[in-house]
């Protein structure tokens, strides 16, 4: 799917039909993964801020049915060390929406049913959405 907009990947999250609870965001810095997170907390009645992990690798915020959503970036870490064991600690909870940006250092930690987004961000400022 094409999405023209910062507002129209926004609009994505808080609509996206949650159907694991484990969820991997994959595309370029600037692509949009974080503004689809914000979406999604807005969707699960989440007040506070999103804000990109970048730096703190892992946020957590509660959800208005007593849930928790967990956003990693995995972006400055080669290799996760301890962050793996929070990491499955946080995916085999069922009461966590686990998001997951930069996996690559933790593929073999994902569950087999978990969804993948692809976003490329196109030339014109569109992006190209791939659900998995």
């Known amino acids: 799917m094409k999405l023209s907009s910062e507002q129209e990947m926004l609009e994505f999250g808080k609509n996206f039909k949650i159907s694991s609870n484990v969820i991997e965001l994959i595309g370029d810095v600037g692509t949009g993964k974080t503004t689809f997170v914000r979406g999604l907390a807005k969707q699960l009645g989440i007040k506070e801020n999103v804000t990109s992990p970048s730096f703190t690798i892992s946020k957590t915020y509660a959800t208005k049915d007593n849930k928790t959503l967990v956003h990693y970036d995995f972006y400055r870490l080669e290799d996760p060390g ?3 064991e929070d990491l499955a600690e946080n995916i085999n909870n069922k009461n ?3 998001v997951i940006e930069w996996s690559d250092s933790v593929k073999n930690l994902l569950p087999k049913n978990h969804t993948t987004i692809n976003i490329k961000y196109n030339d014109d400022g569109s992006r190209e959405v791939e659900v998995l």
């Open 82 to 84: 301890i962050m793996s």
């Open 96 to 98: 966590n929406i686990v």
